[in-house]
C-alpha cells in the first residue's frame, strides 16, 4: 500500500481544513486507516482511526468534537475534516495503514504499517 496525503496549508484560527490520504493497491479496502500529527519538536500522537466498514471512528481527545474520519473505499481515499483549528493543531499529519484484514484499530503507531509523507497544516491566531 502507498499513501498520498494532502490537503494541508495555513488556516485562521476557527477555520476548517480537509485532508485527503489517497491509496494505491488492493489492500486499503480491509486496512484500518488512521491519521496521526507530529508538532516540531515532539512525537507522533494519534489522531483518529476508521474502521474498513467506516464504522465506529476512534478519536484522540484533542481531535473529538471537531475532527471527522471518513473513507471512501471506491475511490481509495480516506479523509479528515478539521474544524475549529486551533494553534495547537499546528503539525505535520500522516496517514496510515495497519495493513490488509487487520480489523482492530489501535491508537500506537507502530500498529501501522504503511505511511504517507505527510501534510503540514499551520494554524495562525
Known amino acids: 500500500v502507498q499513501l498520498q496525503a494532502s490537503g494541508g496549508g495555513l488556516v485562521q484560527a476557527g477555520g476548517s481544513l480537509r485532508l485527503s490520504c489517497a491509496a494505491s493497491g488492493r489492500t486499503f479496502s480491509t486496512s484500518v486507516m488512521g491519521w496521526f500529527r507530529q508538532a516540531p519538536g515532539k512525537e507522533r500522537d494519534f489522531v483518529a482511526a476508521?474502521?474498513?466498514?467506516?464504522?465506529?471512528?476512534v478519536y484522540s481527545n484533542a481531535a473529538k468534537g471537531r475532527f471527522t474520519i471518513s473513507r471512501d473505499n471506491a475511490k481509495n481515499t480516506v479523509y479528515l475534516q478539521m474544524n475549529s483549528l486551533n494553534f495547537e493543531d499546528t503539525a505535520v499529519y500522516y496517514c496510515?495503514?495497519?495493513?490488509?484484514?487487520?480489523?482492530?484499530?489501535?491508537?500506537?503507531?507502530?500498529?501501522?504499517?504503511?505511511w504517507g509523507q505527510g501534510t503540514l497544516v499551520t494554524v495562525s491566531s
Open positions: 496510515a495503514a495497519r495493513g490488509s484484514g487487520i480489523t482492530v484499530i489501535h491508537r500506537v503507531s507502530s500498529s501501522y504499517r504503511y
Open positions: 476508521i474502521s474498513w466498514s467506516g464504522g465506529a471512528p
